[in-house]
């Protein structure tokens, strides 16, 4: 196999879909070697089979809104690959949402499910339908007759979706609750559910928690102590305020939040009351972050601007969206003193970004490794649901450190290189690439 063919090969035949080829082209150049090592792999032709998705729903969602005019969104499923379990995946409400973005998702998170060691398959679906500025009752009736078209192709066997940009627990309780009426049946289809109803402890938590757990195994590697740390954060969501709340309990400094309209810097660091007033405004009043700034003596914004050029880190935890970090926010970031990247976001970094930490020896973990710690516990979440019994906090938060440290030990064993330098990159990819394809080659073609 040669990456380079079959990347062009695919900007031939998908030529409207960059992300989607970033993505493939990220992995498939770090997998190479060990696919040549095995040569009955390209006698099955895997790569092809394990790049193009098993199968894609589209569809048109309409629904009415408060004041009776009827909205028409576009509604996917990506069901990416079920070789080593059901298809699992979240799900996206943004305007920005399109099939490129949606096959980029569900590639990683084919790999990202594998690396988990648990037995799921990768998925991502979403709409561009965005929860912003939409009453209660607008985003119910979306999210009812985005179920009433999906619901078929999901179950608690054959795919689970879940949360991510604009799907937090309100979303998945509408969609949960649409899905048992149509299907006549209360299972696990859905994870990221209320905590009355079939979800597990620590999984609003688990992606930022999870993405500070791996923080710190890196760290470890080179014997940093986060105490005291700056980092920057972007994004105000789930995966930013959970990632924030687990660095202060470990007494580090955050001194960046954002969203799409701007960054706060929050020179002294954000303090626990402080990050109290971005849950409250973004989960219950589902304000901006510019609005923390206008509360806050202290707190500097700035009006569309990202944190990287902004604010001096030791640190710094992307947990917004795909391509937030360039090349020019690279070297911004490392000429400040950054000495480390841990993705909570999936692919924030642009691939020269990526090069240029690479380059100047950063740590630096794509999010395929550490943001997994959300689809994690998802994973935990099904187990629970199965079982119908429901696991403490320290239990669930016991078993997600297990599994990023596990997750870090499999990037070291694939990824070091000759002087030493830990390849993130390649030693997620690969480790997530052998297990899929070992599973692909066992079931014969399909
Ligand atoms: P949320 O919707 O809770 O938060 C997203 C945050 O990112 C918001 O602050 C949002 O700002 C900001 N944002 C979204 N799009 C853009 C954009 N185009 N430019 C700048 N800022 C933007 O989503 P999550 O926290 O769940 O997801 C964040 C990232 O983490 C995504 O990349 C997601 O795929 C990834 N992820 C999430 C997991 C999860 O468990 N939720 C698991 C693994 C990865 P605004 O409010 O203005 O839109």
Excluded at 52 to 67: A, L
Excluded at 184 to 202: C, D, M, P, V
Aim: glycine share 10%; charged share 25%.
């Amino acid at each position: 196999m040669k990456a380079a063919e079959v990347i062009d090969d695919l900007k031939r035949r998908f030529p409207n879909e960059p992300e989607y080829i970033q993505a493939v082209d990220e992995v498939l150049t770090t997998i190479e070697d060990v696919y040549n090592d095995n040569p009955e792999f390209e006698r099955y032709n895997l790569i092809e089979r394990l790049c193009i998705p098993d199968r894609i729903f589209s569809f048109r969602v309409s629904w009415v809104d408060d004041k009776g005019k009827v909205h028409n969104n576009m509604g996917y499923r990506v069901q990416h690959n079920n070789a080593i379990g059901p298809y699992k995946g979240g799900i996206r409400f943004h305007s920005s949402v399109n099939l490129s973005i949606l096959k980029f998702l569900a590639f990683e998170q084919t790999f990202k499910n594998s690396l988990t060691t648990l037995a799921m398959g990768g998925a991502k679906g979403g709409s561009d339908f965005s929860p912003r500025g939409k009453s209660d009752m607008e985003v119910m009736r979306f999210c009812q007759a985005f179920i009433s078209e999906l619901w078929r192709q999901i179950g608690p066997d054959t795919d689970v979706p879940a949360g991510d940009i604009g799907v937090g627990g309100r979303e998945v309780g509408y969609m949960f609750g649409q899905y048992k009426k149509m299907a006549r049946e209360f299972t696990g289809t859905f994870t990221g559910k209320g905590l009355e109803f079939g979800g597990s402890k620590i999984r609003p938590e688990a992606t930022g928690y999870g993405n500070v757990y791996f923080l710190l195994e890196m760290l470890k590697t080179r014997g940093i102590d986060i105490k005291d740390k700056k980092v920057a954060i972007s994004g105000s969501g789930n995966v930013a305020t959970y990632t924030a709340e687990k660095l202060l309990a470990l007494g580090a400094k955050v001194v960046s939040m954002s969203d799409s309209d701007g960054t706060v810097h929050i020179p002294g660091g954000l303090t626990r009351e402080q990050l109290d007033y971005i849950f409250k405004l973004k989960n219950i009043y589902r304000g901006r972050i510019r609005e923390f700034a206008e509360e806050y003596d202290g707190v500097e914004y700035y009006e569309g601007e990202r944190p990287w050029h902004r604010v001096k880190c030791d640190i710094a935890m992307p947990s917004a969206t795909q391509n937030e970090i360039d090349g020019d926010d690279a070297r911004a970031l490392i000429a400040g003193g950054c000495m480390a990247v841990s993705e909570g976001a999936n692919m924030p970094s642009t691939p020269e970004a990526i090069r240029e930490f690479q380059k100047a020896r950063l740590l630096y973990a794509p999010g395929k490794a550490a943001n997994a710690g959300g689809v994690s516990v998802s994973g935990l979440e099904m187990a629970q649901n199965s079982q119908k019994l429901s696991w403490t906090e320290e239990e669930v938060d016991a078993k997600l450190k297990q599994i990023m440290s596990d997750i870090h030990t499999q990037c070291v064993k694939y990824g070091t290189e000759e002087d030493g330098y830990i390849n993130y990159v390649k030693g997620a990819n690969v480790a997530g690439f052998m297990k899929v394809a070992r599973a692909m080659m066992a079931q014969g073609i399909l």
